[in-house]
């Protein structure tokens, strides 16, 4: 079976850092554009940061710009998203989710492959 894996997800001080994992099984993701998206009870799901195929071009939310980095392990088939300085507002389910396209394309896309979700919760 195909797909994507979350991990890295837990509860975290306001202030703290998380690094969530996005890794592939039964398919190799070197040829997809990432996103990182997430969705907050009663909210809308959300695009948080996204990575081209190549690992050139990134792009962020603005509400985390400066604060989480996107990055990609093709040896390890995996993709993360280092999130610093968190708030209590980024709590949420994460999803990573997997296009077979060289740039990145938003939430409402048919993505190819999408996680099951790691959750995040930032609160003291």
């Known amino acids: 079976q195909s797909q994507l894996v979350e991990s890295g997800g837990g509860l975290v001080q306001p202030g703290g850092s998380l690094r969530l994992s996005c890794t592939a099984s039964?398919?190799?993701?070197?040829?997809?554009?990432i996103g990182w998206f997430r969705q907050a009870p009663g909210k809308e799901r959300e695009g948080v940061a996204c990575?081209?195929?190549?690992?050139?071009?990134?792009d962020y939310a603005d509400s985390v710009k400066g604060r989480f980095t996107i990055s990609r392990d093709n040896a390890k088939n995996t993709v993360y998203l280092q999130m610093n300085s968190l708030k209590p507002e980024d709590t949420a389910v994460y999803y990573c989710?997997?296009?077979?396209?060289?740039?990145?394309?938003?939430?409402?896309?048919?993505?190819?492959?999408w996680g099951q979700g790691t959750e995040v919760t930032v609160s003291s």
């Open positions: 989710a997997a296009a077979y396209l060289y740039y990145c394309v938003g939430p409402d896309y048919e993505h190819d492959y």
């Open positions: 990575i081209s195929s190549s690992g050139e071009y990134l």
């Open positions: 039964g398919f190799t993701l070197d040829a997809y554009a």
